[in-house]
């Protein structure tokens, strides 16, 4: 159902799924992405290529691309399928995605990195930068980043679902989409639970621009792209996506429905609507920067690394502050979820394996077939410890 868009929080107990279903398969026994690295055996391939195909087929994906990297091993970065379902046109590798949640990873950074500077606390409270947000004194800048708010999730109210398919166009201003999360109670008190929330993410890019005095896009654009090097991820403004790019992709009628040519494309759509929270547009080369950048902490001081990769107690999905792990795996990065679009994003930094996984549909009968497949693909070239 369309309520259950970006909502990421059950992804994780997928992947545990397929991990243990794994366990009997026969697997093969730095930095992330080796350049020039040796492509994988014919027969290493053809497995790669069967969950990659099945996985298209099951859940009625139209376009795929796709990037594994195993340093000392082999790499294996491929298109599939149609970029564009009414033309036919195939994916490029250059194609840019709408990267949904991981988003929520950069503006995690920006807030991080604001912190090794001094100019925000961790522990600060949300009334010191929002004080209208009910809770705000006993909300702190970690629990918004690590999801332990208690705030309501804003993406699972149905009016703006509503509004959001029926008028894609809408522009959203962030304090209309927060007031729309605090017309509902929130989910628990302040500390006392965890609950995957956007609307988390959308205050974290309101203190952003408090704190720094700037706009999110100008400190994403200084304080990461212009870092990294990165070449195509923008903060867009409009309802369009760069070309290249892939078409995104939903079924009207019913989320298993697997016949791409009965799909609804959602190509333009507002980005107003998911802001800080998910917004941002990329593609996989430099997610494969960013997925390295994230897994070392190089934009980072050590500390604030190690605050970042301390995970919520008890919370299955594995959450950090604004980083996901698949426990046991040693992978961390996130994976998103908007109209139309469905990417992973993973690196083990003690390894320097890297995958990514870009789809052009969202929703499909399940959450989370990105890191299905992603998770698939590392067994395949015995990159996860399975349980």
């Known amino acids: 159902m369309l309520r259950t868009l970006t909502r990421d929080r059950n992804r994780f107990l997928l992947i545990t799924a397929v991990l243990i279903l794994l366990v009997s398969m026969a697997v093969y026994g730095s930095s992330c992405g080796t350049k020039g690295e040796r492509s994988f055996s014919k ?45 036919g046109k195939a994916p490029e590798i250059a194609d840019k995605v709408r990267m949904g949640s991981i988003t929520k990873s ?66 959203w201003t962030p304090r209309e989409l927060v007031d729309i999360a605090i017309a509902h109670p929130p989910n628990f008190p302040p500390g006392q639970g965890y609950g995957y929330c956007n609307t988390n993410y959308i205050l974290l890019g309101m203190i952003i621009e408090k704190a720094s005095g700037r706009t999110i896009d100008q400190e994403i654009t200084t304080r990461v792209t212009d870092k990294l090097g990165l070449k195509n991820p923008s903060f867009p403004d409009v309802t369009t996506i760069p070309t290249p790019h892939m ?31 998910g917004a941002i547009i990329s593609n996989l ?46 992978f961390v990065g996130h994976s998103g979820e908007v109209l139309g679009f469905n990417s992973s994003m993973y690196c083990n930094a003690s390894t320097g394996n ?26 395949i070239v015995g990159a996860v410890n399975l349980p």
Do not use: C, H
């Open 247 to 277: 078409n995104g992709y939903l079924s009207t009628t019913d989320d298993s429905a697997t016949d791409i040519s009965k799909l609804a494309d959602v190509s333009v759509m507002t980005p107003t609507g998911y802001w800080t929270a």
């Open 106 to 171: 950069v503006t995690a950074t920006v807030v991080l990195q604001l912190a090794d500077e001094k100019k925000l606390g961790l522990e600060d409270k949300l009334s010191k930068y929002e004080p209208w947000v009910p809770n705000a004194e006993g909300i702190t800048v970690r629990q918004l980043l690590n999801m332990t708010s208690g705030l309501f999730n804003y993406t699972n109210d149905d009016t703006f679902w509503a509004e959001l398919t029926s008028n894609p166009n809408k522009p």
């Open 285 to 330: 080369d430099d997610m494969k920067v960013l997925a390295k950048a994230l897994a070392d902490g190089s934009l980072l001081s050590k500390d604030m690394l190690k605050q970042r990769l301390t995970f919520v107690p008890g919370n299955k999905q594995q959450y950090g502050l604004g980083i996901m792990t698949a426990s046991g795996t040693g």
């Open 43 to 87: 027969s290493t391939q053809d497995q790669l290529e069967g969950v990659l195909s099945a996985a298209m087929a099951k859940y009625g994906v139209p376009g795929a691309i796709v990037g594994l990297w195993i340093p000392g091993k082999g790499q294996w970065v491929v298109v599939r399928g149609k970029a564009v379902v009414k033309t």
């Open 354 to 379: 890297t995958v990514i996984v870009l789809l052009n549909r969202y929703p499909s009968q399940i959450e989370g077939v990105s890191d299905v497949i992603a998770f698939e693909l590392l067994s």
